[in-house]
């Protein structure tokens, strides 16, 4: 599946997302609004139910006024006290009344004025009753102010549901306007997140892999020291970075793979001229050597026959040096401590650092036990160059010091060797690491050069600091490896 499709279905889900939403909106106002209708429905109910029972006890009211002049039958005030009863039954029981009395007072506590209310109601009947039968005078006063008070009560009770009604109403129609303007915002910004996706993913995931393709495509043709731009610090940017590493390390390779060639071609061109200049040398020292026998120790001439001897010796010597450096090295690289391969080291060096009187000793700058992936013996050889000079450079009471570092977040491990001699001077700062060139009367000038190389091949490097307050200080940084194998062929 390609990276656009992937986009492609990421977007369609976005949008599938935003209508779920868009839908679940719709139907919390739809439950809002039938909510609201139910709520509008039952409070007209009960505003019903106030009404009627108003006005049956209005009627009641005006037939205990009319009575004995308008006398109704006992089937038909029986009627009516049913339906007044039934009715304020049902009143008392409605729940949608409670609540709104609940918002003013006690819906307990006008339930009972209610009850009370319409107990004292039969009670002033049955008196007025009573009395106008004992005495037949209809112009007797009426008692009605149970009924007065139950029809102030319920008044306010119908004013109540009806100021309840209204709001509701204008409730549900602001609800209606807010939920369009949602639901039209909802839109214009889902289509606006919609846009600025496909930007961003064009910007953050298009256009890094087409430019990591090229690259790709860039080494791919030769270029190795094309590299890709870095956007952004994301798993894309790790992975453009990752990517310029693997085409820095490839470029390195090249680079050893190219000197390893060469040096090969080197070593065979040097033991080749080598060994055509040994036979006429060992032709002239032994001839050299033959005619010194002929003559007197103190004879002139034997002094010659020495020097062309010593001559020849230090010819052969150069060239056994020569075939030295162009020889190919086989890396053998495994897992060591880097105590026990320093320590090889000092113990070698300690008796020349004590007829110097310089103090040689090895510290670790973080922690005990650190692991070095190296071959032995040839970093061992590496090391010791770097610390007979860095002795044969201190005056005496100096002192050499070797520093084993490791640097967890570059992956490094860095071997130090400082001295406090005085220096490497201006005039050889930039030839350090040539071979011929040295400081010394008697050296050759090929151990930076071999320690140089030995920790090229390992994948690091070796660099070298004139700190400003004198000495001079040599760092190998290797890489945190383990289990690697190198040949230099």
Known sequence: MSLRLKCAILIIAFELTLAVTLFVTVG???QYFEDAAQSISNSSQSSVKIRRLRRLLRDEFTQIKLFPQVETS????????????????EVLADETLANL?????S???ANEILEKLLAQRQVEIKTTQTSVDATGDSRLPIVGSAHLELDQLLGQWEALVFDHLSATARGSFDAFYRSVLVLSVNMVVGALLGVIGLVLVRRWVLLPVIELTEAADEIG?????????????????QLAMAFNGMAADIERLNRQMVYRERAAVMGELISYIAHNIRNPLAGIRS?????????DGDDALARQHDEIVGSVERLQSWLREVEHVCRPMEMKVQSVDAAQVIGGVVQAFRPMAMRREIDLHVTSSNESGVMLSVDPTHFEQALAAIVGNAIEACDKNGAVTIVVES????????VSVKDSGPGISEALKEKVFQPSISSKHDGTGLGLTMARRVAALHGGELTYECPPEGGTIF????????????ADG
């Open 28 to 30: 919390v106002i739809r």
């Open 74 to 89: 006992p089937d038909e005030r029986a009627r009516m006290v049913r339906d007044i009863d039934y009715i304020a039954a």
């Open 101 to 105: 009395i609940d918002a003013y007072d």
């Open 107 to 109: 819906p307990e506590a």
């Open 221 to 237: 043709r030769g270029h190795l020291d094309h590299r890709a731009r870095v956007r952004t610090a994301g798993e894309l940017g």
């Open 287 to 295: 001839l050299a050597e033959s005619c010194r026998r002929t003559v």
């Open 407 to 414: 640097r967890h977040a570059k992956r490094q491990t860095v």
């Open 475 to 486: 760092k190998f940084t290797l890489p945190m490896v383990e289990g690697l194998e190198h």
